[in-house]
Every structure is written in structure tokens, then in C-alpha cells.
């Protein structure tokens, strides 16, 4: 009986587990920017990779525009390799984000069309693991609001669950801080760009996929069973006679 018992708590308490493990994430959103020159540009968003990554194309960002609510994966990272410490920069556009800040962006998706008031998810596979602002809520008035500006995450939960944004794990320059700048060196509130550090050194988090977790569940509810014995009856025991 205690058995049975064993393997069955630890078979939910893995399953209890697998929700926080399964949104674990090595890439996180670290800025997005509403830039002042012509069409608003550059519209970015700026991305970390908390460890090495072998494969950026698990990944992919979407794009939420005015409190519309999620729109799924819009852009597909290509099936390339990151390492821990690596900045990865998205732009609508190459010219605009080059003219700004000197260099060219990684990806380029017309998709990143943000405005200032725009909330960004970002997936590892279908499952969105870490957001900028709110998907069902226009960002304009609300703290998070970037127009002409930008935001800047300032600290992670590293290896925890980032799907839920906090406010106060950023920082935010407040609208229209980059009207009249033509470059972001000489801005006078400049976008801190590749300047994100975590607090403390990430530890790897495995992010196993469902039929390698399954598997390990598995393992796990056979170690428990063959690690617990039943007690041993003592009716069928008797004792010795003298």
C-alpha cells in the first residue's frame, strides 16, 4: 500500500512541477524602444541570452499591438546558436535602427511595427515564456507606456517563471524622452543598450520537452516504487516459542 502511495505522490508532484520547468527560459526581452526619427523608427526590441543556446529557433517573438491581445509567433528566430551573455536586437527595419545606433540589427520583421503603447511576447515553442507590458491592455497612460522613449529590464528571476511582466523590474525613460535626438550617442536620455547584466551568475534550467519530461516522470515513479517496500506483515511472523 505505501507502496502504490509513493509512486503516486511523486508522480504529482512532478506534474505539479512541470508548468514552472516548462516556461523555464535561456532568452529573455531586456528592452524595446519607439525611436524619434522618420516613421518612428527604430522600433526595437532587445533580447539576452541568460545561458547557451543551441538552437535560437525554438524561439520567436510576437507582437501585440494596442491591447488586442496575443497574435502568436509573428517572427521565427533563425536555427542558430547564442552564447550566455549574447544581445540579439529585432527591428522593423535595418536603415532606421543602423542610422540611430550604429549597428545593425540581428532580425528584421515588419511585424515589429511597435508604437509605444505595445506589449511583446516571447515564445519557446508555442508556449510564451517571458512579456513585455500587458497583451490586453493599450499601453498609453499606463506605466509601461514607451512612445519616443524606452523601457529597460533591470533585473530577471533568473531561472524562474517570466511569463507575467512586472513593472518593477524595469526601467522606463517615460514618453517622448528621445524627441529631437538623431542618434541614441547623443540622446539625452539614451537607450541602454547591451548594458544588462543579471544580479547574480543564472544557473542552467532545464527545459526538457513534454515527451522527454513524460519519460522522467516515469523514471521517477519507478525509483519511488522500488525504493519504498511494504511493510512486512507480522501476523504471518510469530515469534520464536521459548
Not at 91 to 106: C, L, M, Q, R, V
Request: aromatic letters at 10%; glycine letters at 12%; a negative charge.
Amino acid at each position: 500500500m505505501k507502496k502504490h502511495i509513493c509512486t503516486g505522490l511523486a508522480v504529482c508532484l512532478f506534474i505539479l512541477g512541470m508548468p514552472r520547468l516548462s516556461r523555464a527560459t535561456s532568452l529573455i526581452i531586456t528592452g524595446v524602444i519607439d525611436g524619434p526619427l522618420s516613421g518612428g523608427t527604430p522600433k526595437a526590441v532587445e533580447l539576452y541570452a541568460l545561458h547557451d543556446i543551441i538552437n535560437l529557433g525554438i524561439y520567436g517573438l510576437g507582437f501585440a499591438n494596442n491591447g488586442g491581445g496575443s497574435d502568436g509567433i509573428e517572427l521565427h528566430f533563425a536555427a542558430a546558436a547564442a552564447s550566455a551573455g549574447d544581445f540579439l536586437y529585432v527591428a522593423s527595419d535595418i536603415e532606421g535602427f543602423k542610422n540611430f545606433f550604429g549597428f545593425t540589427p540581428d532580425s528584421v520583421t515588419p511585424a515589429a511595427v511597435i508604437n509605444g503603447d505595445d506589449a511583446i511576447e516571447l515564445f519557446r515553442d508555442s508556449a510564451v515564456v517571458d512579456v513585455f507590458g500587458d497583451i490586453a491592455l493599450d499601453g498609453t497612460g499606463q506605466p509601461w507606456e514607451y512612445l519616443d522613449g524606452w523601457a529597460y529590464r533591470s533585473t530577471a528571476r533568473v531561472g524562474r517563471d517570466t511569463s507575467a511582466f512586472i513593472a518593477s523590474e524595469w526601467l522606463f525613460s517615460g514618453p517622448n524622452a528621445l524627441d529631437g535626438s538623431k542618434t541614441n550617442a547623443t540622446a539625452d536620455y539614451p537607450f541602454p543598450a547591451g548594458s544588462f547584466s543579471p544580479a547574480a551568475p543564472p544557473q542552467p534550467v532545464p527545459t526538457p520537452e513534454p515527451a522527454t519530461m513524460l519519460l522522467l516522470a516515469s523514471g521517477i515513479a519507478a525509483l519511488a516504487g522500488t525504493r519504498m517496500r511494504p511493510a512486512r506483515d507480522k501476523t504471518k511472523d510469530p515469534s520464536p516459542s521459548v
